[in-house]
């Protein structure tokens, strides 16, 4: 598929085995659209997460960092809302948070402490937990069991595309499948954003070697990417394990099962930056040729979070300058007499810059290949052998028009 | 007058007594426009400068370095362009920097080593030196003496208005004065940006003191103002003092002039903040009840550099959320339950967050408050007596305009 899922592929999309799923509208959102999703495992499923790192953190993210702390990270669901963040929110909102996991806990025959919450939309408004209420009382319902892909689209909020992405891992003793999905659109920073991402598998897996793979996963892949340089208060990458393919990752599985579980998470991260606010495409920067990873993913943050970069590559303005001055400022030890950059991916490559000085290139050359999506822009530091992919979208009037009209 | 100078400001603008100046058109702009300007004093001026600290740095900035180093900061004038920033042009941008000083230095009689280079504009193009030559062979005769205005007028690039400030400080033994202009539209930052600064003053300094003075004063103005996070190549603040009042600025007369030169600065900072590219508005972030000076400054910092705290101001959108959840990323240290947030200066104050939580406010006064021109936002971290203020412009579409088209 293309870089964003099709209607076709949000119909076939399933979540692993052992996961069922619920979808309803209860009137968070003003246009009836679905706003509440409730995921569950059949049985007692391992669990690990990754939260913000914003030290303003919604109640959700505080109520499940305890949660998986406290219940061994054996989970039985994932309830989840948008239209609202409940964030800043303070001990009501607390509250709020542990009241949805209980109702939710009860639809199931439950207990609270099994129950994950993730919640998106505005900040500083409190949780309508009437229609909370209602819209759980439904979707203990059968009217309420949908397609995975009605999941996905209830946790959106300005995201024009649902972000569905899934993959086999092939164990010694046979396939488990990874298959997940993920929202975000804006406040979108490589430390985690106003990102939530929901990841299920059939493997057998104990939560620490769980949240081990997920660590490696959203450290190449959901924090290698930025829509607009703002870190959220309710960031969340979940990922719950059913067990029921009754494969295990042990020590022998678990570089191939790590593979896939990275393989779903950036695709999921890509599909998050595609969908930027106002974005019309996905750009990829490629740094290599640094000292170190860390400082090539620090140089490629600069670029893929530089306003400029953004612009420009919306313009199809090959004004590749901006891209030299984001890394010089990126903090992170660049030459400019040693770099080195191309617009384009193999096969289409353009020189610009050659050892820090203007190459003589093709304008429209230039031009037309940021224009494509993916734009591929790679810079090369002529310092080491490491490197690291950001991945970002250009910036466009639309973002600004999104973002001026958000409450309001 | 307004934040911004008008075109009675601009005609009566006159640099400190012992400066005099000239501007032309020299072709670097496609469109006609002023883009050369020489300000020189009567005789060698002490002087000091403040320089980008993006590694990537513009030949105008490596040159003036090593003048201001080499030449015990004796300095006869100032050579500036627009349309051109000499950057990423290696031995040979360097070598045409060069050039430029000593075309403008065998203008007025003087050595190379005694005058200092600005260029702005596109990054990655060479200057055109036949252009160069012609114009400061223009800028000797009669006819391109100009008002300093225009001197400020030929320095702008995307600039809808020439910046233009000047304060007379009261020294125990009469005035001197401060004079001074400035252009920046896009890619400001708070550690300097494509942003240029030249101050004259008649007071007579050793320039050891006067660079201590420009660096208190740009500490709490240039480095205090962000329009879109990025830093420039070429960002430079230089102070002249002919020191033609006879007036003398030693131990005693420091603090007057120290006061007065940060008040030209932070005049022309406000002014740049205000004419930030598609800025409609300037937006005032004063943190307060921080730890510290440092920490204020960063959570200012991350406020005004925040694109959704930028496009909710320029939307009227009293999204309060996002000034807090920006505080939270800032890297200082924060406590949500601590901070307390108005809208509106002394007067109108509109306080919407009491320790961390959300007040019922009025969102029609909210949004007008946001549509002041300035606006004033205060966040009290609640954690102490330190204090600082950022400015900032709202982001539009008209942002993305100007900078998805500027070299095309």
Redesign the interface.
């Known amino acids: 598929m293309s870089v964003l899922a099709s209607d076709e592929d949000l119909a076939r999309f399933r979540l692993a085995p052992g996961f069922e799923c619920a979808a309803t509208a209860c009137g968070l959102k003003r246009n009836g659209a679905l706003d509440l999703a409730l995921v569950w495992s059949t049985g007692p499923a391992s669990a690990a997460g990754v939260f913000t ?5 919604a109640a959700p993210v505080v109520l499940d960092r305890g949660t998986l702390a406290g219940s061994a990270a054996r989970i039985r669901a994932v309830i989840a809302n948008s239209g609202c ?1 409940n ?4 001990e009501r909102g607390l509250a709020d948070a542990r009241r949805m996991a209980a109702l939710a806990a009860a639809a199931l025959d439950a207990r609270a402490e099994e129950v994950l919450v993730l919640s998106t939309g ?5 949780l309508d937990m009437d229609k909370i209420a209602g819209g759980i009382e439904v979707l203990r319902g059968p009217a309420a069991r949908r397609a995975a892909g009605d999941a996905a689209r209830a946790i959106t909020t300005t995201d024009t595309r649902p972000k569905i992405a899934s993959a086999d891992a092939a164990l010694p003793g046979g396939a488990v499948r990874i298959a997940g999905f993920a929202k975000g659109a ?2 979108i ?1 490589p ?1 985690m954003a106003t990102m939530l991402a929901l990841v299920t598998t059939d493997a057998r897996i104990e939560p620490d070697r769980l949240a081990r793979a997920l660590g490696a996963a959203v450290a190449r892949s959901f924090n290698r990417i930025s829509v ?6 309710n960031d969340t990458v979940l990922v719950l394990a059913s067990g029921v393919s009754g494969m295990s990752v042990g020590d022998a599985e678990a570089a191939a099962f790590e593979a896939a579980l990275a393989e779903v998470c950036a695709s999921l991260a890509r599909q998050i930056a595609r969908d930027g606010e106002g974005a019309t495409r996905l750009v990829e920067i490629a740094v290599t040729g640094a000292a170190s990873e860390a400082q090539a993913h620090q140089v490629g943050d600069a670029i893929a ?4 970069v953004k ?2 590559v ?9 891209i ?6 990126s903090g992170a ?5 040693r770099m080195r950059l191309w617009f384009g991916g193999p096969g289409t490559e353009l020189a610009l ?1 050659e050892r ?3 190459l003589a290139f093709d ?1 429209a050359r230039a ?1 037309a290949l940021l224009r494509e999506d993916p734009v591929v822009v790679r810079l090369d530091l002529g310092l080491g052998a490491a490197a690291a992919t950001v991945w970002t979208c250009d ?3 639309e ?3 999104v ?6």
């Open positions: 790192t914003n030290r303003v953190q963040a964030a800043c929110t303070g505005v900040i500083g408004a409190f804006g406040m920073h430390q607009d340089g703002d870190m959220s208060t979070c530089s306003p400029l612009t420009a919306h313009g199809g303005d090959p004004n590749w300058g901006r030299l001055a984001a890394a010089g400022y030890e660049v030459e400019p007499e810059v820090g000085l203007p304008a031009s910036l466009s009037a973002y600004v028009r973002n001026a009209e958000y409450t309001t």
